[in-house]
């Protein structure tokens, strides 16, 4: 499954760490990153990212341009709510984008590890029938 992980600066540290307590799974998958968020879980972790540009500087729309085409499983966007961003723009289209194709979207920690358990046991699999690569 492709993956894509973004962090907004105030939740990194949380991706990180829900990097490393679910490594043994996403080493399994191929994994894409907004850039500092890439970065970071390079740096704390083996896994291998296809890191992006930073969100503000289009990552966003470049993971949303592989939701278009139908080249991304799963969205793991840990976002800060209490923090305005000057790319809210960008944000909402990508999560529009996923809503549209119909892929699904973690934006805090529980749903995260809901979803990444989901994908380990099998449960995303129907995303294998719809893919059109």
Do not use: C
């Amino acid at each position: 499954m492709n993956i894509a992980l973004i962090a907004h600066d105030q939740r990194k540290e949380r991706m990180v760490q829900f990097a490393i307590a679910y490594e043994s799974i996403l080493k399994k998958h191929q994994l894409y990153a907004t850039g500092t968020t890439g970065s970071r879980v390079m740096e704390a972790t083996q896994l291998k990212v296809q890191r992006f540009l930073s969100g503000p500087l289009g990552g966003d729309q470049q993971i949303g341009a592989l939701v278009a085409q139908n080249q991304m499983d799963l969205i793991i966007f840990f976002r800060d709510p209490l923090t305005s961003q000057p790319h809210e723009p960008d944000i909402l289209a990508l999560l529009r984008l996923a809503d549209v194709h119909n892929i699904p979207v973690a934006t805090n920690m529980a749903s995260a590890e809901i979803l990444i358990r989901a994908v380990e046991e099998g449960e995303l699999a129907w995303r294998n029938l719809i893919e059109q690569r």
